[in-house]
């Protein structure tokens, strides 16, 4: 039977990329792949890592694209993919506007759709924007719902959503650690290989949504500043999106700032060895904010709400929002209380286990009546 995975961006990519390795050594299914492109260097930059070849590429991005230009655009040509693949399932991840539409051109060809990392919620349309929406609109159209935890098989069947169509799987993003994580890496980004992290604390921080553009993002970058100023065993660093939005303030806060490195989006290699090297993180990401707690390290999130609450219950992660001073005392807090920094990162990751993937055939194989046999909840 044909699977169609869908995908456009970064993130979708990092954890659709075990997935679809699984899904390629499974003799009675077939894989196929379609990239929208949402995203487009930092999407091919992991598609060359996990060695992933596109069937299709719409190709979409463009300067200055709107959520318009890209909900359209892949609307139409996901149509015109199905319409010449004639797939028996197709498969998308998550919050992004690729997820939304690409559904919605299946929905309308009645094919079914598979939604993996099914039913995180913030109970906030606005934030995050527009994701909450996306994976809500994503959720009433799929057909077989892949979650992450019962948290979020709980959020589906508050919507109305059958049980029977519902699978505990833990989430994808903890699989790939197993293969990225390496020993005494180098970091092809060079100044990262001068981190002294024997003798130095580091902080990695991402920050870029919607949401937080403009003032937040001024706040957050306020209290970087703040940090260093009055921590002389820190170094930060920050990967900085390309967004021109982000990027101006950052640069025009902390550009020359002392042991603040501000770097480009780094590759996922990169990325995944700096958060194992790294003391503590702050982000606004969904995405970190499950992978982190695998690696038994804080995160301190920057968001007002977050769709992944188990952590907050488990420990593993903390709302700290954008307010400078809030931001300034929590890190205080874990760089020099080590009981409340044990607390957070020896706190059991409910994420996952590294076998998502494999549970998520299982359960496909078990949708298309290829199986009798229906997996076992991840708990």
């Keep these: 039977m044909k699977i169609l995975s869908i995908f456009g961006t970064r993130p979708e990519a990092v954890k659709m990329a075990p997935l679809i390795k699984e899904l390629e050594n499974d003799c009675e299914l077939e894989s196929f792949i379609c990239i929208t492109a949402q995203h487009r260097e930092m999407l091919d930059q992991v598609m060359e890592i996990f060695n992933l070849t596109a069937d299709y590429d719409l190709d979409i991005m463009t300067k200055s694209q709107t959520l318009v230009d890209i909900t359209t655009k892949v609307l139409t040509g996901v149509s015109i993919i199905l319409d010449d693949l004639h797939p028996d399932l197709v498969l998308v991840h998550g919050d992004t506007t690729t997820s939304f539409a690409a559904s919605l ?17 913030s109970f906030n349309k606005y934030e995050p924007f527009p994701e909450e929406i996306n994976r809500r609109l994503t959720g009433v159209i799929a057909d077989v719902h892949f979650s992450p935890t019962a948290t979020s098989k709980q959020n589906l069947l508050a919507e109305g959503v059958s049980a029977e169509s519902i699978f505990i799987t833990g989430n994808t993003v903890i699989d790939v650690l197993k ?10 980004t060079s100044i990262l290989n001068l981190l002294n992290n024997k003798d130095n604390k580091i902080i990695t921080i ?31 660093v920050y990967a900085v999106h390309k967004n021109p939005a982000v990027m101006n303030i950052v640069d025009e806060v902390l550009s020359g700032v002392d042991r603040v490195h501000l770097v480009p989006p780094l590759d996922l290699k990169d990325m995944h060895n700096l958060l194992n090297l790294s003391y503590l993180i702050l982000t606004d990401s969904g995405g970190l904010q499950e992978e982190v707690p695998a690696l038994n390290k804080p995160v301190l999130v920057l968001r007002n709400v977050t769709e992944r609450p188990e952590g907050i219950e488990a420990g593993t992660l903390k709302l700290v929002g954008t307010d400078t001073a809030n931001i300034v005392y929590n890190v205080n807090t874990l760089l020099t209380n080590q009981v409340e920094y044990k607390k957070m990162s020896t706190a059991k990751n409910p994420f996952g286990d590294g076998f998502s993937s494999a549970r998520i055939v299982s359960a496909i194989k078990y949708f298309l009546n290829l199986s009798d046999i229906r997996i076992k909840d991840y708990n």
Excluded: M
């Design 179 to 188: 293969t990225t994580i390496i020993p005494n890496y180098r970091f092809k």
């Design 105 to 121: 051109a299946a929905f309308y060809k009645q094919i079914p759709v598979g939604d993996v990392e099914a039913g995180l919620r």
């Design 206 to 236: 991402t920050a870029h949504r919607r949401e937080n553009l403009g003032q937040p993002l001024r706040n957050i970058c306020c209290a970087i500043k703040e940090l260093i100023s009055t921590h002389g065993d820190l170094e930060i």
